[in-house]
């Protein structure tokens, strides 16, 4: 399947905590964690385990900064 989201971010699983309806999925990129929140099914349907090669796609219509 081909995106055109520009922020994909090769990774690997490194969590996956399911819960009752949601999952949390945590993926190291670059030595730094992403937490994805999906659903419970997606998460199952996916397979998805610690080790697990994936794609962090990040779709953003704005990215705020504070200092």
């Known amino acids: 399947m081909k995106l055109s989201t520009r922020n994909q ?3 690997k699983v490194t969590a ?10 945590v993926v190291t990129v670059g030595g730094i964690e ?4 999906i659903t419970r099914t ?3 349907t996916m ?3 610690p080790g697990d090669s994936v794609k962090a796609i ?3 219509t ?5 200092k």
């Open 58 to 60: 990040i779709k953003s």
């Open 42 to 44: 997606s998460a199952e």
């Open 9 to 11: 971010l090769p990774g």
């Open 34 to 37: 992403i937490v994805s929140a």
């Open 16 to 25: 996956v905590k399911l819960g009752g309806i949601m999952a949390e999925v």
């Open 47 to 49: 397979q998805l385990k």
């Open 62 to 66: 704005e990215v705020i900064i504070d």
